[in-house]
């Protein structure tokens, strides 16, 4: 049996990797949400599964006090004042630090507090895989060429938690541990933004095949993918992940390390 926990179940990606993960024989998948009652598709998605949890502090007892694959996906991406903010858009500096400060608790010292949380039981399992799900717009040559200027909390925030990511790999490298960052891609997860998305999903996928668009336009190399697609990209990268990966950030569609 392989016990997988994924951070930021609730929807989007981490849905995905769930649903993905689920099907597999004789594996176990804890989605770690913060509101379960909220959480509206992974409630549809995992009904009559028995083989997922999602309780976080159950992991423990039921996987043997083991857990095997960590994948922290939950990140802040879409709300209209961070994940799209660029430096003017904020009335005041103390505003945009408000933005910012609640943008990194989530997406920098998120990454630390969830691999923190689980390590004993990553420890004593026998596999020793993190991945954290990261985003070309960590990488300043990706962000130059797209020419974003907005987005400027979700970059800056997601940027540092490449480092931080290599910074627990290079922690954990001595007890055998792979520890990466992984970009997704262009994923469009405006299927299951339901209530919590600030567009309706029409409008928000419209705004999706926009950026697709621009960026095929820029010579960009990356195409609109569905959570399926995406994930199960993503998944062949996390089972072939070796020693030599530890710290890098990898490139779903190529497995190596992200560059433009
Ligand atoms: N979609 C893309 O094109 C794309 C591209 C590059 C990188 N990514 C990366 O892929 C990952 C998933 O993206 P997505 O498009 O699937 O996003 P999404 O649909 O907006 O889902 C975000 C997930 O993060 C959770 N989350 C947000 N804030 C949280 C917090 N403070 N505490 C706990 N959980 C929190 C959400 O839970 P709630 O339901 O409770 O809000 C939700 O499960 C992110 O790391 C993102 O940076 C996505």
């Known amino acids: 049996m392989t016990s997988y926990a994924v951070i930021g179940a609730s929807r989007g990606i981490g849905l995905e ?3 993905q993960l689920a099907a597999r024989p004789d594996s176990v998948v804890f989605a770690v949400v913060r509101n379960a009652a909220t959480s509206t598709h992974l409630q549809a998605a995992i009904k009559g599964l028995q083989n997922v949890h999602r309780a976080a502090k159950l992991a423990s007892d039921l996987a043997g006090g083991k857990l095997d694959v960590l994948i922290h996906n939950a990140a802040i991406t879409g709300s209209p004042a961070s994940g799209r903010g660029g430096f003017d858009d904020f009335l005041s500096m103390y505003e945009l630090d408000d933005d910012f400060i609640t943008t990194f608790k989530t997406n920098t010292l998120g990454v630390i507090h969830s691999i923190t949380a689980f390590l004993p039981l990553l420890r004593a399992g026998s596999t020793k895989k993190v991945v954290v ?25 997601k940027t540092a938690a490449v480092m931080a990511t290599a910074k627990w790999a290079l922690t954990l490298q001595d007890e055998g541990f792979v520890v990466v960052s992984l970009t997704p891609g262009l994923v469009d997860t405006t299927g ?28 960009i190399p990356v195409v609109l993918e569905t959570p399926e697609q995406s994930v199960s990209k993503q998944l062949k990268i996390v089972d072939g992940l070796k020693p030599s990966d530890n710290g890098l950030l990898i490139d779903h ?8």
């Open 253 to 260: 569609y190529t497995g190596k390390e992200y560059s433009l």
């Open 192 to 219: 299951t933004k339901g209530e919590y998305g600030d567009l309706v999903p029409e409008a928000a996928h419209a705004r999706m095949v926009a950026v697709a668009d621009e960026f095929a336009q820029k010579n």
């Open 133 to 157: 799900i990261s985003t070309g717009g960590a990488d300043v040559p990706t962000v130059r060429k797209q020419g974003i200027a907005y987005m400027a909390a979700y970059h800056i925030t």
């Open 17 to 19: 990797y769930v649903r």
